[in-house]
T-cell receptor
Framework: KQEVTQIPAALSVPEGENLVLNCSFT??????LQWFRQDPGKGLTSLLL?????REQTSGRLNASLDKSSGRSTLYIAASQPGDSATYLC?????????FGAGTRLAVHP | GAGVSQTPSNKVTEKGKYVELRCDPI?????LYWYRQSLGQGPEFLIY????????DSGLPNDRFFAVRPEGSVSTLKIQRTERGDSAVYLC??????????????FGPGTRLTVL
């Protein structure tokens, strides 16, 4: 059974720092991996999708990498801003579904 | 609208009552998913539709939960005899891909269900 773990569970940093959020999964037989952002009381916003054949994807200050063989993905956030404060969720594609981690709650303070 | 919409945004009900939650997917998306998110957790899969049919309902917790998508667009999640443990945020997602393993899923804002 696929299990997804995200470390750390919570993170508080000053504005301007570069951050790394970690995601690990137990079964390397995935089709893709998605990173989402969730603001309090809101739905999920898709940030990046990495297909299993890809190693990384970039969007603005965000860069996500995928190492299928070791069951790991990282989300790198450059020059963090207070507006980046949210919960970040990673999800791997299983059969007919996404399987989510519990998320990393990020707070960026001025 | 361009995104996935869900109604109502909040639903408060009493234990034992029946509720219906509605999802409007992105126009043209054939795949539709329901997930449930408890406080402090990631979403958990409930059911997946491809067109009008439920292709995978393995995540439904018991027979009190049922979902339909009669015309291949709007979907309704139905919960009978609600219990306090059903309290959660119910999220809907849609995807253009006919292969659920490949497509990017786009989520709605969710319905927060509270069972008193």
């Amino acid at each position: 059974k696929q299990e997804v773990t995200q470390i750390p569970a919570a993170l508080s940093v000053p504005e301007g720092e570069n951050l790394v959020l970690n995601c690990s999964f137990t079964d390397s037989a995935i089709y893709n991996l998605q990173w989402f952002r969730q603001d309090p009381g809101k739905g999920l916003t898709s940030l990046l999708l990495i297909q299993s054949s890809q190693r990384e994807q970039t969007s603005g200050r965000l860069n996500a990498s995928l190492d299928k063989s070791s069951g790991r993905s990282t989300l790198y956030i450059a020059a963090s801003q207070p507006g980046d404060s949210a919960t970040y969720l990673c999800a791997v594609s299983g059969y007919n579904k996404l399987i989510f981690g519990a998320g990393t709650r990020l707070a960026v303070h001025p | 609208g361009a995104g996935v919409s869900q109604t109502p945004s909040n639903k408060v009900t009493e234990k034992g009552k029946y509720v219906e939650l509605r999802c409007d997917p992105i126009s043209g998306h054939t795949a539709l998913y329901w997930y449930r998110q408890s406080l402090g957790q990631g979403p958990e899969f409930l059911i997946y539709f491809q067109g009008t049919g439920a292709a995978d309902d393995s995540g439904l917790p018991n027979d009190r939960f049922f979902a339909v998508r009669p015309e291949g667009s709007v979907s309704t999640l139905k919960i009978q005899r609600t219990e306090r443990g059903d309290s959660a945020v119910y999220l809907c997602a849609s995807s253009l891909a006919t292969d659920p393993s490949l497509g990017e899923q786009f989520f709605g804002p969710g319905t927060r269900l509270t069972v008193l």
